[in-house]
């Protein structure tokens, strides 16, 4: 099967031939339709944060059941999926508590399968997999635990966007940080994950929804996804904008969704006594973030947040309900459609800001 690998940091990826084994004991073998290229893949590339390689990235992408390994019960052949990049056992200490987002199976892959072996090869050469799934690739061998059954006429193509950047953006108003109906909320960083956010804050009731970005056609796009405010960090002194648009107030929550220590900062400076932060964004491994301790103790909250704090088999199923109802925007959210050789540019084009979310459909 044909897939995009990467050998090296900073190296374009790699679109070749690969053997993909099949299915062992509770995997699945799943035809790929779509895979959306996120911002956390382009972190892999630039060694912002390790991974063993050569790898196939990829952890955001929908398609069809082609085989079920011996012990699978939850799918059949034929059966539509979105891929979670957290598999969750249901059985762990975080599991059982309702907080699969954060299950050990997380932990267990590390670039291998559950059993600590790969399926993937280019020739000799072993190719490590990525959170369980490597979707840059026709096809993908993954843990039963990392499906989510989906309704059938629901068009792959664009649910796949629901197996990250949705659930991330949407949870983190809803599941993480809970917004409160008449609330003012900041978003710093209008991209795929951002505009998700956005359009979290709307579904949640909020009354004012300050989006921030360097670049106008982001701001643009947030106004599109119910973003009430824009503010161009690049001309104008953001906290202040907050300021003028509260009347003085201050935001009650703000999410960071750049991933960057700056930024974080910012985010703290635009909320009010009692306000809450989130941080959503990815930051470099190894980034320190200084804050002001004043700002924690008139009763602020600094969170973190992976994955929107989701349950996949119950969130993922509900967001596509609520497109398929047209409550929540997926097209929108969608700048190209390339092929998998395209790969490459579609990286170039996140790294220069100019798209929300590019899809290779297969
Ligand atoms: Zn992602
Ligand atoms: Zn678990």
Redesign the pocket.
């Known amino acids: 099967m044909k897939a995009a690998v990467l050998y090296e940091n900073f190296q374009p990826l790699v679109v070749e031939n690969l053997e993909l084994e099949g299915p062992k004991d509770h995997e699945v073998l799943i035809k790929l339709t779509a895979s959306g290229v996120c911002h956390s893949d382009l972190h892999y590339i630039k060694g912002d944060r390790e991974h063993p390689m050569p790898v196939v990235l990829g952890h955001e992408g929908a398609g069809v059941v082609e085989e079920t390994g011996s012990g699978v019960s939850y799918v059949q052949t034929g059966d539509h999926v979105v891929l979670s990049f957290v598999p ?9 508590r309702g907080r ?1 987002n954060l ?3 997380r932990y267990q892959l590390r670039g291998k399968m559950l059993d600590g072996t790969t399926r993937l090869r280019s020739g000799s050469q072993e190719i490590h997999h990525f959170n369980g799934l490597s979707t840059f690739g026709e096809y993908a061998v993954v843990p039963e635990d990392s499906l989510v059954k989906i309704r059938e006429d629901a068009p792959l193509d664009r649910v796949a966007l629901i197996g990250c950047g949705v659930p991330t953006g949407v949870g983190a108003v809803i599941n993480t940080a809970k917004v409160k109906p008449g609330s003012s909320v900041v978003v710093l960083g209008a991209g795929g994950v951002g505009l998700n956010v956005v359009q979290g804050a709307v579904l949640a009731g909020a009354e004012s929804i300050i989006a921030v970005d360097i670049y106008g056609n982001k701001l643009e796009n947030a106004l599109q996804f119910g973003a009430t405010h824009m503010v161009d960090a690049s001309g104008e002194d953001v906290i202040e904008r907050v300021r003028d648009i509260t009347r003085g107030d201050m935001a009650d929550y703000a999410f960071e969704v750049i991933g960057s220590t700056a930024a974080i900062n910012q985010a703290l400076a635009t909320t009010k006594r009692g306000g809450t932060t989130v941080v959503v964004g990815v930051t470099p491994a190894g980034a320190e973030l200084t804050i002001d301790p004043d700002f924690l103790h008139l009763d602020r909250v600094l969170m973190g947040c992976t994955y929107g704090s989701c349950y996949p088999r119950a969130d993922m199923p509900m967001l596509i309900d609520m497109y398929m109802a047209r409550r929540l925007k997926l097209d929108e959210l969608i700048s190209a459609t390339l092929k998998l050789e395209d790969i490459n540019s579609a990286f170039e084009a996140l790294d220069q800001g100019e798209v929300a979310r590019t899809i290779i459909r297969y």
């Open positions: 969750t056992c249901g059985q762990c200490n975080y599991c059982v699969q299950c050990d199976a």
